[in-house]
């Protein structure tokens, strides 16, 4: 079985949110890329755990920023698998793509967007970030304004 690094990765980081997540009580006193402190705590004193997340957004793109330089650096040909991860991560990153439901199929490096979005310019912006994510050779945008 042949993975590459940047899904690796991906999965890596899955993982950790995971198993973060499965604990009563996870406190991560970590730094975003700004340096400021992101606060990420599971509160399971009401009928469900409520997680709350300051700093998704930043790690987010800083998973995605780091697959790009480990993909970069090792010269491994870019799949379609490392273009979805990349834009996923991307558009979480987007203020203009807030509340908008993005799916995102890659076949031979062609990008389609499916789902929702909340304006005209959010789907113009999410066409542009495919169109410009390295390895996309064409995007198809099928998404609609609700």
Not at 17 to 30: F, G, Q, W
Not at 59 to 71: C, E, F, K, L
């Amino acid at each position: 079985m042949n993975i590459s690094r940047p899904w690796l990765l991906a999965m890596l980081a899955g993982t950790v949110v995971t198993v973060s997540a499965c604990t009563r009580e996870a406190v991560d006193d970590t730094t975003n890329t700004a340096g400021e402190r992101v606060d990420t705590t599971l509160d399971a004193t009401g009928d469900g755990a409520t997680r709350v997340v300051d700093g998704t957004k930043e790690i987010a793109g800083a998973i995605a920023d780091t697959s790009r330089d480990v993909a970069s650096a090792t010269g491994e040909a870019i799949t379609d698998a490392w273009i979805t991860t990349a834009l996923n991560a991307t558009f979480v990153d987007e203020a203009l793509l807030e509340d908008s439901d993005i799916n995102v199929d890659t076949n031979d490096h062609v990008v389609t967007l499916k789902g929702t979005v909340t304006s005209a310019e959010a789907k113009a912006r999410a066409a542009a970030i495919a169109h410009d994510t390295r390895g996309v050779t064409r995007v198809v945008n099928q998404l609609v304004v609700r």
